[in-house]
């Protein structure tokens, strides 16, 4: 059963960098999409980009010059980097596994990130 | 960039029929996937593949998807279906993937 956990701080002060890891485990991260997806309190999902296995990249254009997102194939394990934070990128920020077409199949538990001094 | 529609809310008694929403330009090309997101838990995909359910998502929840609407069907409703349920795309003109901005279902 493929299981993928988010890690990182859950504090972080305004304009500073929002860094977090997803790490998956009981499967391969080879030949799948892994994608951040946060979901501020009270609203919506809001998906902020994705990095297939191969190391390709494509983000959500409103936060495309703050983001970052990585993979370590050695170690099934990929990261967000979110530069520049505001109160507004307050969120449970989760991570997910996915292809083109089949959805969203497996997802990390979330975490909350908070933007404060 | 491509957008989809949902309600924001969504009302039915229990053991009736709960339909859920989801417009798009030409959706009907697309396929559509369906998720459920109970408080303070991840999302769970319900429908892939516009009308495909997962194994362990019992058969009394459905899709479907023609035109510019895609329809999350919910039969003989239960209190547990009370939820957040939002669908979503892959836009291959930018290859970005889309949420709706997700309908609440009460159970009345």
């Known amino acids: 059963q493929v299981q993928l956990q988010e890690s990182g701080p859950g504090l972080v002060k305004p304009s500073e960098t929002l860094s977090l890891t997803c790490t998956v485990s009981?499967?391969?991260?080879?030949?799948?999409?892994w994608s951040w997806i946060r979901q501020p309190p009270g609203k919506g999902l809001e998906w902020i980009g994705y990095i297939y296995y191969s190391g390709s990249t494509n983000y959500n254009p409103s936060l495309k010059s703050r983001v970052t997102i990585s993979v370590d194939t050695s170690n099934n394990h990929f990261s967000l980097k979110l530069t520049s934070v505001t109160a507004a990128d307050t969120a449970v920020y989760y991570c997910?596994?996915?292809?083109?077409?089949?959805?969203?199949?497996?997802w990390g538990q979330g975490t909350l990130v908070t933007v404060s001094s | 960039s491509y957008v989809l529609t949902q309600p924001p809310s969504v009302s039915v008694a229990p053991g009736k029929t709960a339909r859920i929403t989801c417009g798009g330009n030409?959706?009907?090309?697309?396929?559509v996937h369906w998720y459920q997101q109970k408080p303070g838990q991840a999302p769970v995909l319900v429908i892939y593949?516009?009308?495909d359910r997962p194994s362990e998502i019992s058969e009394r929840f459905s899709g479907s998807n023609s035109g510019n609407t895609a329809t999350l069907t919910i039969s003989r409703v239960e209190a547990g279906d009370e939820a957040d349920y939002y669908c979503?795309?892959?836009?291959?003109?930018?290859?970005?993937?889309?949420f709706g901005g997700g309908t609440k279902l009460t159970v009345l």
């Open positions: 997910a596994r996915h292809g083109k077409e089949w959805g969203f199949d497996y």
């Open positions: 009981g499967g391969s991260i080879n030949n799948y999409y």
């Open positions: 979503q795309v892959w836009d291959y003109s930018s290859d970005h993937v889309v």
């Open positions: 030409n959706i009907g090309y697309k396929s």
């Open positions: 593949y516009d009308k």
